[in-house]
């Protein structure tokens, strides 16, 4: 909290060079998003006085655009490294004109067209083989101009998840055509995304660095699960709102599978044991759910045993970590991503904790330096005492 003595900083780039003293002082705000979700984004509004700035040619589209933010006189954060994707103008009545300016992240170029392809090695024989999901994804980021960063434990889920593939291909030579991927008719953008939640992994571009803006990280909630910044109620948090609910959450996903080499059919069940914080796995002949109940979700498409493990994956892991959600805002810290753990502390035992930011704005405007953060409580924290997360009851004083 005492850099908050100091004035906060910018410095707004544009095509690798600092945009004049002129426009910057014409900037009346500065709004930076980043996280799971969507693309990143930056917004600059500037004071169009005179309509001075309506036709400037710095504001190319596809112009790159850098963002850092700080409190002089220390050094600043880049927060954010992309390209111009449009600009606009508004002249209210009874105000000033203004300019906005909007960048995005370089993954806007992944939603430009669609593409039908498939992914495999080919084989003389027995045929084709599927390609690692680790390579596909490093293929179609490459592509695109981006480098892949693959955290440990992502890879590592990626690995085992992939073996039932390669299992299935292998014991099954007919059948590899059904495990192999295929892009149809989809944009790289979604392309990207069905293969992230397929293999538990959360999408992130990191901005800072050399290569800011280009790095393009796909990443497990595991890899880290320790506090990257403490935030208290009554001291560094301006605000604080979490919401528990049990709406839309489920306990389990049942999936049903044919196994064509031994006529039979499984129900496969992957759960979630709140008493023990761990997943649990259980597998049943036929097609009945055992002692099923409202909160047993059901996927009802064919399943193979090479999809089954994936779309197990992909459907309970997000509806568990919905459960306990919130929204927060900080005195301005630009050095704050999303990814990263939050520590909570002030507010009780039940909303208190660790948190994982899952969207973080920055706004720098006449209001001085904020930082907006949106945030899960994830079910791996559950492994962590809550003394240990400080998660505490209140203690009143009389």
């Given at each position: 909290?005492?850099?908050?003595?100091?004035?906060?900083?910018?410095?707004?780039?544009?095509?690798?060079?600092?945009?004049?003293?002129?426009?910057?002082?014409?900037?009346?705000?500065?709004?930076?998003?980043?996280?799971?979700?969507?693309l990143?984004?930056?917004?600059?509004?500037?004071?169009?006085?005179?309509?001075?700035?309506?036709?400037?040619?710095?504001?190319?589209?596809?112009?790159?655009?850098?963002?850092?933010?700080?409190?002089?006189?220390?050094?600043?954060?880049?927060?954010?490294?992309?390209?111009?994707?449009?600009?606009?103008?508004?002249?209210?009545?009874?105000?000033?004109?203004?300019?906005?300016?909007?960048?995005?992240?370089?993954?806007?170029?992944?939603?430009?067209?669609?593409?039908?392809?498939?992914?495999?090695?080919?084989?003389?024989?027995?045929?084709?083989?599927?390609?690692?999901?680790?390579?596909?994804?490093?293929?179609?980021?490459?592509?695109?101009?981006?480098?892949?960063?693959?955290?440990?434990?992502?890879?590592?889920?990626?690995?085992?998840?992939?073996?039932?593939?390669?299992?299935?291909?292998?014991?099954?030579?007919?059948?590899?055509?059904?495990?192999?991927r295929?892009?149809?008719?989809?944009?790289?953008?979604?392309?990207?995304?069905?293969?992230?939640?397929?293999?538990?992994?959360?999408?992130?571009?990191?901005?800072?660095?050399?290569?800011?803006?280009?790095?393009?990280?796909?990443?497990?909630?595991?890899?880290?699960?320790?506090?990257?910044?403490?935030?208290?109620?009554?001291?560094?948090?301006?605000d604080?709102?979490?919401?528990?609910?049990?709406?839309?959450?489920?306990?389990?996903?049942?999936?049903?599978?044919?196994?064509?080499?031994?006529?039979?059919?499984?129900?496969?069940?992957?759960?979630?044991?709140w008493?023990r914080?761990?997943?649990?796995l259980?597998?049943?002949?036929?097609?009945?759910?055992?002692?099923?109940?409202?909160?047993?979700?059901?996927?009802e498409?064919?399943?193979?045993?090479?999809?089954?493990?994936?779309?197990?994956?992909?459907?309970?892991?997000?509806?568990?970590?919905?459960?306990?959600?919130?929204?927060?805002?900080?005195?301005?810290?630009?050095?704050?991503?999303?990814?990263?753990?939050?520590?909570?502390?002030?507010?009780?035992?039940?909303?208190?904790?660790?948190?994982?930011?899952?969207?973080?704005?920055?706004?720098?405007?006449?209001?001085?330096?904020?930082?907006?953060?949106?945030?899960?409580?994830?079910?791996?924290?559950?492994?962590?005492?809550?003394?240990?997360?400080?998660?505490?009851?209140?203690r009143?004083?009389?």
């Open positions: 909290m005492d850099r908050a003595q100091f004035a906060p900083d910018f410095l707004l780039s544009l095509d690798g060079r600092p945009v004049p003293a002129e426009l910057r002082g014409s900037i009346v705000s500065l709004r930076c998003h980043t996280g799971y979700e969507g990143d984004e930056v917004e600059v509004t500037l004071a169009n006085d005179g309509l001075r700035w309506l036709d400037e040619r710095l504001f190319a589209l596809d112009v790159p655009l850098s963002l850092k933010l700080g409190y002089a006189p220390n050094p600043l954060a880049q927060v954010f490294d992309g390209e111009v994707v449009a600009r606009g103008a508004s002249f209210p009545s009874g105000a000033a004109p203004t300019v906005t300016v909007t960048a995005h992240d370089r993954r806007h170029r992944m939603r430009e067209g669609k593409k039908v392809r498939w992914f495999a090695i080919p084989l003389p024989c027995p045929g084709n083989l599927p390609l690692p999901d680790l390579a596909t994804a490093s293929l179609v980021t490459l592509e695109n101009l981006m480098l892949p960063i693959f955290d440990p434990v992502g890879a590592a889920l990626s690995v085992i998840l992939g073996g039932v593939d390669a299992i299935v291909a292998v014991t099954d030579p007919g059948s590899a055509q059904k495990v192999i295929k892009q149809a008719d989809e944009s790289d953008y979604d392309f990207i995304g069905r293969l992230a939640a397929e293999n538990g992994w959360d999408l992130l571009v990191e901005h800072d660095g050399a290569l800011g803006g280009r790095l393009l990280r796909f990443t497990s909630s595991l890899d880290h699960l320790t506090p990257d910044f403490t935030f208290g109620y009554g001291r560094s948090l301006v604080f709102s979490p919401r528990l609910t049990k709406v839309g959450q489920i306990l389990s996903v049942s999936g049903f599978v044919w196994v064509p080499a031994i006529k039979m059919s499984f129900t496969v069940t992957l759960g979630f044991d008493d914080m761990s997943l649990t259980s597998i049943y002949p036929g097609v009945a759910l055992v002692n099923a109940t409202a909160s047993d979700f059901k996927i498409e064919p399943l193979t045993p090479a999809s089954i493990p994936r779309k197990l994956v992909s459907e309970l892991i997000p509806k568990l970590n919905r459960r306990l959600t919130a929204t927060a805002t900080v005195v301005g810290e630009p050095r704050l991503r999303a990814g990263q753990v939050l520590r909570i502390e002030g507010v009780g035992e039940e909303f208190g904790g660790l948190y994982r930011a899952t969207g973080v704005t920055h706004t720098l405007d006449n209001g001085g330096l904020r930082t907006q953060v949106e945030a899960r409580k994830e079910v791996w924290f559950g492994s962590i005492p809550l003394a240990d997360q400080g998660a505490v009851p209140v009143l004083s009389f």
